[in-house]
């Protein structure tokens, strides 16, 4: 018997049919108290603007039937593509572009329009912030998800002011009318949405449904921003290693034990927890010195470690597959931290660089099965000939990242090449643009491909160069430079995107970018710039995985010293 999935729930489908009816009188109203309104001028306003003012509340006016019908159609899509996003978040997959390999060229008008949008889903999210965090919990107990684990509530403030621009576009008036309009209005939409998600949660209340409680959101596809670097804890890591248990035996100044050779075992902390089980991979168990006393500090690293990786391991955003590699690299880690004590400096040392990179090139290089597999493959051989190394320090690790690169450059030269008929396209369009005689710049289409990008890295290729620097950047006024082969997080044509910078032209006037699924946007330097002054174009970086344990391992500190 097919158990009914969140998204189809017969309760949550009455809700969302109850809240659907409700909607052409919402905007109405809103639209009514517009209209009403009296007009108000810029005293320094021209003629002219007078006259655009008076020509937009009349066509508000005239258009109002079509506005609301088409905000009440828009919003029926939104709230189902919502259930389709929610029905394939509880699955584990995301909903991939279909038009692969199309390119779209965003002009600044576009952008205009996102800058619009994406300012309607922050004033409506932050104006009914405590409605919608009640109202989720109503829906999630709908559909039997007690703990809150999704976002079950589709009517989100995305789907709202999606449906709002395409009410303002129904009224036939110029874009810059109908944007204006779209301003003056996110303000009494927001209020106005409050009070109903408010009412939604009264009703469900009313009919015996029992709130959940929270414990985990998992957001649906382009909710929110981009994932990079976070903060560190204020705590570092030597503050983390003294605050470590150790065995009440152990005497303080005993001497430390001396490692023989680079493949000296190493102690396991006496104290460290028990693990329980868990669907992800478990943290290799360390071997032990033998009878050897253990220095103090020495046993407090094992133990700051080995909880960090058990923390890095439990990080349910990382894929099983991830989890496996890096859980080799763990008795690999422990041997760098006892030559090398800089290794608790930094989160940007090259052992935690190495296990950042391949998450984050994990997660993005590999959009399909078949290019995921390679990838993997690629790390396998990459991690199995690194563990294996008699000599384990920072050296070795700062090699791995030069491989992850080479790699990510020769995946770049393919991209190219895949598009590369877009890429002539549009250097056609800047040189056409340009002044007469203005060079082009190299593209990454000319870089050689370095031997350490094959699928494995043999030994012997230890002492291999890594490829050099990739093009200088060109980048618009106030961004961050960005090279050819870097990411981006854009917030473009209403939802957040993850974008790769293939190619852009001599002067930086036009830059191609490809989405994970294949999909390619062509951006204007003018456009990309408004999106960065918006806060809606950011450059990218992997997000460090042992600082987000740090954090994890922070909070249990008091636990475990109370224990």
């Excluded at 804890?233 to 150790?246: C, T």
């Excluded at 880690?333 to 989160?347: E, T």
């Excluded at 450059?539 to 922070?554: E, F, G, I, R, Y």
Aim: charged share 20%; net charge negative.
């Amino acid at each position: 018997m097919n158990r009914p999935t969140p998204a189809t729930h017969p309760l949550l489908l009455q809700f969302i049919e109850d809240e659907l009816a409700r909607a052409p009188l919402l905007i109405d109203e809103v639209l009514q108290g517009l209209a009403d309104a009296p007009l108000r001028f810029d005293p320094e306003a021209t003629s002219v603007q007078r006259r655009q003012v008076i020509d937009q509340h009349e066509a508000l006016h005239r258009h109002r039937p079509f506005m609301v019908k088409a905000f009440a159609q828009t919003l029926r899509e939104q709230v189902g593509t919502a259930a389709r996003e929610q029905a394939a978040a509880v699955r584990g997959i995301t909903l991939e572009e279909a038009d692969e390999l199309s390119l779209s060229l965003v002009d600044e008008d576009e952008v205009a329009t996102d800058v619009e949008l994406q300012r309607a889903i922050v004033m409506i999210h932050s104006t009914a912030e405590y409605e919608l965090r009640e109202l989720r919990s109503f829906t999630s107990a709908l559909v039997g998800d007690v703990h809150v684990a999704h976002d079950t509530n589709p009517f989100r403030p995305e789907a709202y002011a999606r449906a709002l621009l395409a009410a303002v576009r129904a009224m036939q008036a110029p874009a810059a009318e109908q944007l204006a309009l779209m301003r003056q209005a996110v303000a009494p939409l927001a209020q106005a949405l409050r009070k109903a998600y408010a009412a939604a949660s009264t009703r469900l209340e009313s009919q015996g449904v029992e709130p959940g409680t929270y414990r985990t959101i998992v957001m649906p596809p382009g909710s929110v921003g981009p994932r990079t670097k976070v903060h560190a804890p204020r705590a570092d890591l030597h503050a983390l290693r003294d605050s470590m248990p150790v065995p009440f035996d152990m005497e303080p100044n005993a001497p430390p034990a001396p490692l023989h050779s680079p493949h000296a075992a190493v102690p396991h902390s006496a104290s460290a927890p028990q693990r329980t089980a868990t669907a992800g991979p478990r943290a290799p168990e360390l071997p032990r010195l033998g009878e050897a006393p253990t220095q103090r500090l020495d046993q407090q690293l094992i133990e700051l470690l080995t909880r960090l990786f058990d923390a890095i391991l439990a990080d349910r955003a990382l894929p099983q597959d991830v989890q496996l590699l890096l859980s080799r690299l763990q008795t690999s880690a422990v041997r760098v931290a006892l030559r090398d004590p800089g290794m608790l400096d930094s989160y940007e040392h090259p052992v935690w660089e190495f296990m950042d990179r391949l998450a984050f090139d994990a997660e993005r290089l590999a959009p399909d099965a078949a290019a995921r597999e390679t990838f993997l493959r690629y790390a396998q051989g990459l991690v199995d000939n690194m563990v294996h190394e008699p000599v384990q320090d920072a050296g070795l690790y700062r090699w791995g990242i030069d491989r992850f690169v080479s790699y990510e450059d020769h995946l770049l030269v393919q991209q190219c090449q895949e598009v590369q008929a877009q890429i002539d396209s549009l250097r056609s369009a800047a040189l056409a643009d340009s002044d007469a005689g203005v060079p082009v710049s190299p593209t990454a289409t000319s870089q050689p491909l370095d031997v350490g990008s094959l699928e494995t890295v043999p030994a012997e290729l230890m002492d291999v160069a890594p490829a050099t620097g990739r093009p200088a950047a060109t980048a618009p006024s106030g961004l961050p430079a960005v090279d050819p082969g870097e990411w981006l997080g854009v917030f473009l044509q209403g939802g957040w995107r993850e974008l790769r910078l293939l190619w852009r032209d001599a002067r930086g006037e036009l830059w191609l970018f490809r989405q994970g699924g294949g999909r390619t946007w062509a951006l204007r330097r003018a456009a990309l710039e408004r999106l960065h002054g918006a806060g809606l174009a950011e450059t990218m970086s992997p997000p460090s995985l042992v600082q987000h344990a740090a954090q994890q391992v922070l909070r249990q500190v008091p636990q475990a010293g109370r224990a």
